[in-house]
């Protein structure tokens, strides 16, 4: 019977052995996986400093907002794409352009400025984008013959531009008054008060900045269409500095990428129902 009880015992041991829970020692806690480092900010595109001047419609002009549009801003910022540049706009009076850029107020000038002989003395020009004749308009009905028939009118023009150029060489001479303007937004609003009796102008901008709204009712064009190399120059351009051959060549290769893309043809259907490129 002890034998009994005594291996009822070891067995019981064994059992109550067998049944304990063994305590594992605890694990060191892994490190925690590194946060996934942060996506690099895009890098800011370098500026290109755009003058303008924002009183040349359909060109150039101001939205209700007083946002920068036109033909000429919507050419700058694809321009600006094509090389990798974000277009800052810079107002300008007209005259005061050149001085402006040679005084490095900006980088370019975008706002239908003509290649002349004259401007290629002083700035550098890209290629061509875009070319339209000027035009004189008077009061519809005027007696119009030659230039002479313009004698003691008094005609309003942008002050700096080819147009005042003409003006000064074929219209005074013929005894016309010639009366330049900062801006060509004033031309119009002294044609309609009484104050000038007539323009010469861009045919497209006059057009879309007078002759087509309510002010310009009783206005139309006389003469042939003004194109003369020697005042209006072969195009319109991009102006820039002396010297800087690199950026010219980027522009006129943007100029060229536009041209076969399909963006110039985009831009220009928006503002216009003919070809602007001309020829």
């Given at each position: 019977?002890?034998n009994?009880?005594?291996?009822?015992?070891l067995?019981?041991?064994?059992?109550?052995?067998g049944?304990g829970?063994?305590?594992?020692?605890p694990?060191?806690?892994?490190?925690?996986?590194?946060?996934?480092?942060?996506?690099?900010?895009p890098?800011?595109?370098?500026?290109?400093k755009?003058?303008?001047d924002?009183?040349?419609?359909?060109?150039?002009?101001?939205?209700?907002?007083?946002k920068p549009?036109?033909f000429?801003v919507?050419i700058?910022?694809a321009?600006?794409?094509?090389?990798?540049?974000?277009?800052?706009?810079?107002?300008?009076?007209?005259?005061?352009?050149i001085?402006g850029?040679?005084?490095?107020?900006?980088?370019?000038?975008i706002s239908s400025?003509?290649?002349?002989?004259?401007?290629?003395?002083?700035v550098?020009?890209?290629?061509?984008?875009y070319?339209?004749?000027?035009?004189?308009?008077v009061?519809?009905g005027t007696p119009?013959?030659?230039?002479?028939?313009?004698?003691?009118?008094?005609?309003?023009v942008?002050?700096?531009?080819?147009q005042e150029?003409?003006?000064m060489g074929?219209?005074k001479?013929?005894?016309?008054?010639?009366?330049?303007?900062?801006a060509q937004?004033?031309?119009?609003?002294d044609?309609?008060s009484?104050r000038?009796?007539g323009t010469?102008?861009?045919?497209?901008?006059?057009?879309?900045g007078f002759l087509?709204?309510?002010?310009?009712?009783g206005?139309?064009f006389v003469g042939p269409v003004l194109?003369?190399?020697k005042?209006f120059?072969?195009?319109v351009?991009v102006?820039?500095?002396?010297?800087?051959?690199?950026?010219?060549d980027?522009?006129?290769a943007?100029?060229k990428?536009i041209?076969?893309?399909?963006v110039?043809?985009?831009?220009?259907?928006?503002y216009f129902?003919?070809?602007v490129?001309g020829?």
């Amino acid at each position: 019977m002890k034998n009994v009880l005594l291996s009822l015992s070891l067995i019981g041991a064994a059992t109550l052995m067998g049944c304990g829970k063994t305590e594992a020692p605890p694990t060191a806690a892994a490190p925690a996986a590194p946060a996934p480092a942060a996506a690099p900010a895009p890098a800011e595109m370098p500026e290109l400093k755009v003058a303008i001047d924002p009183t040349y419609e359909p060109f150039t002009f101001k939205t209700a907002d007083g946002k920068p549009t036109g033909f000429d801003v919507d050419i700058a910022d694809a321009l600006c794409k094509e090389i990798k540049r974000k277009c800052v706009y810079v107002e300008q009076v007209w005259d005061s352009m050149i001085p402006g850029l040679q005084a490095k107020k900006y980088d370019v000038i975008i706002s239908s400025m003509s290649v002349t002989e004259e401007r290629q003395q002083v700035v550098d020009f890209s290629d061509k984008y875009y070319f339209t004749p000027s035009r004189i308009v008077v009061k519809t009905g005027t007696p119009f013959t030659d230039l002479a028939s313009l004698k003691g009118k008094k005609i309003g023009v942008l002050k700096g531009s080819t147009q005042e150029k003409y003006a000064m060489g074929e219209l005074k001479p013929a005894g016309a008054s010639v009366v330049p303007y900062e801006a060509q937004d004033q031309v119009y609003l002294d044609i309609k008060s009484g104050r000038l009796d007539g323009t010469v102008a861009d045919q497209v901008e006059v057009n879309g900045g007078f002759l087509s709204k309510p002010e310009g009712a009783g206005y139309g064009f006389v003469g042939p269409v003004l194109s003369e190399a020697k005042y209006f120059g072969t195009g319109v351009g991009v102006a820039l500095r002396k010297g800087e051959t690199a950026l010219k060549d980027e522009l006129n290769a943007a100029i060229k990428a536009i041209r076969s893309n399909g963006v110039y043809e985009t831009v220009s259907k928006k503002y216009f129902d003919f070809d602007v490129y001309g020829n």
